[in-house]
């Protein structure tokens, strides 16, 4: 660049002298149109001669100005470079002559696309954030299926394999999206589904949509709990109903006979109101568990904790519940329990008490024998106290030991009916614990009795 200008202004300058020259053989001639030839051709080889030595100085004149201006014009070809490389920090430092107002004019250029950048990158990280902070997967595509990105509940739930740049269908093999996006590409429209095989024992909402830019965004929500929630108040429903339906059948059949036989010996009828009575009482029992386990379920369940000491607890258990077993001919026992403090709510406690003792009663000791005992006590494990009701029954098999702390589940049905049992005793006992913040278990060996513990958190 510096030879093209040098050259240009060397240019200039010979025309310049080329034009001195003309002008100064015009003026000759006009002033001495009769003098001699020799002084004519003098005084031009004198001008001639004067532009020469002009020339010459102007020689290093026009280099300097030839370095200055590509110096200048150097830097501000490198500060394009940069700001086109994305460092939008370059500046052009101004010297106040001619070219100063262009310098001036592109940094501030810079500056403004510096903001603009910043601003852009502010928000984007912003919106990064955000889906970030979402429950909801989301993941973007191109026009051609590729990922552009996707938040980092998406990453949970796909694992290593998605990534940008890669291949919506080798990141992910669940057909349900995979039909989604691509119906979304293809017609331009809003597409859902549901997938249950993106993720293990999870279930999935697909919403998938067009993006103007090219390309589609799918979100997916979890509705795993929303699933669990609806198929437990199915089962619920028809738990209650099934539980109901047998008494009540018993109910109606025994009063459809006493009404269609008035003539029927005492004898019968006693008997037939007996059955009444039982299932009456049966019903009775059901409904008071379920508003029991309704309380404890509800949102408004509050605890009237107290500070208590784990012997006190079992001791005030032993005393109030001694009733229960009195006539059954079966022994409650202490077992022991250490002096720690635990925050309880003593009501809820005895409910607690009373539902695992009366189980143990139903289940575990079954007819009264001499000898017979139910054992009630505590151990310290850790920061918590674990309490236990011990049975010397026949125990539980193992495979229903997960499983029976949930609602209207039963190890044997038929003998739970006819002791009169609804199958909510457990679970009333597993909320109430967890509402105390504790957790409840079982173990048992065939043969050998079962055993029930639950944990406090040990206070202060």
């Not at 809003?190 to 067009?210: C, D, M, Q, W, Y």
């Not at 026949?394 to 949930?406: D, K, Q, T, V």
């Amino acid at each position: 660049m510096t030879r093209k200008v040098f050259v240009k202004l060397l240019g200039l300058f010979a025309l310049l002298l080329v034009f001195h020259t003309a002008v100064m053989v015009v003026v000759f001639r006009q002033f001495l149109p009769t003098g001699p030839a020799e002084v004519f051709h003098r005084l031009t080889r004198e001008a001639l001669l004067s532009g020469m030595i002009a020339l010459a100085a102007a020689l290093p004149l026009a280099a300097w100005v030839a370095l200055t201006i590509t110096g200048r014009l150097k830097q501000v070809v490198d500060f394009a470079h940069r700001v086109a490389a994305g460092d939008l920090t370059a500046r052009l430092h101004t010297k106040g002559d001619e070219l100063s107002s262009m310098e001036t004019a592109l940094n501030q250029t810079a500056e403004r696309l510096g903001q603009s950048f910043a601003e852009i990158e502010n928000r984007r990280q912003e919106l990064a954030a955000m889906l970030d902070s979402m429950q909801e997967g989301v993941v973007a595509v191109t026009a051609e299926g590729q990922v552009r990105w996707s938040n980092a509940v998406m990453q949970r739930i796909a694992g290593t394999q998605i990534r940008a740049g890669r291949a919506l269908v080798q990141s992910l093999r669940d057909p349900d999206l995979l039909a989604c996006v691509k119906g979304a590409l293809e017609t331009g429209s809003v597409k859902t589904g549901r997938s249950s095989s993106l993720a293990p024992g999870r279930i999935f909402e697909i919403n998938a949509a067009p993006l103007s830019s090219g390309g589609a965004i799918a979100v997916l929500h979890d509705v795993t709990r929303i699933e669990t929630a609806e198929r437990s108040r199915r089962d619920f429903i028809a738990n209650v109903s099934h539980e109901l339906r047998t008494p009540l059948t018993s109910v109606q059949g025994y009063v459809e006979t006493l009404i269609e036989s008035p003539e029927m010996k005492p004898e019968t009828v006693r008997e037939f109101l007996t059955v009444i009575q039982k299932n009456t009482r049966r019903m009775s029992r059901l409904t008071e568990d379920l508003l029991a386990l309704a309380g404890v379920e509800s949102p408004d369940y509050k605890l009237v904790r107290q500070p208590m000491r784990a012997n006190a607890l079992v001791q005030d258990a032993i005393e109030s519940l001694g009733g229960l077993v009195m006539d059954s001919g079966v022994d409650l026992e202490n077992a022991g329990a250490p002096d720690a403090p635990v925050q309880a709510d003593p009501d809820a406690m005895t409910q607690v008490f009373g539902n695992l003792i009366e189980n143990a009663m139903k289940y575990g000791a079954g007819k009264a024998e001499p000898g017979q005992k139910i054992r009630v006590g505590a151990a310290r494990v850790g920061s918590e106290v674990e309490f236990f009701v011990q049975d010397f029954g026949p125990g539980i098999p193992s495979e229903h030991l997960e499983r029976i702390f949930e609602r209207f589940y039963r190890v044997d049905k038929a003998r739970s009916r006819d002791t009169g049992g609804t199958g909510l005793g457990l679970s009333i006992v597993a909320q109430i614990v967890h509402a105390h913040g504790g957790h409840v278990r079982a173990e048992s060996e065939l043969g050998s009795g079962a055993t029930f513990f639950f944990t406090l958190p040990i206070s202060g």
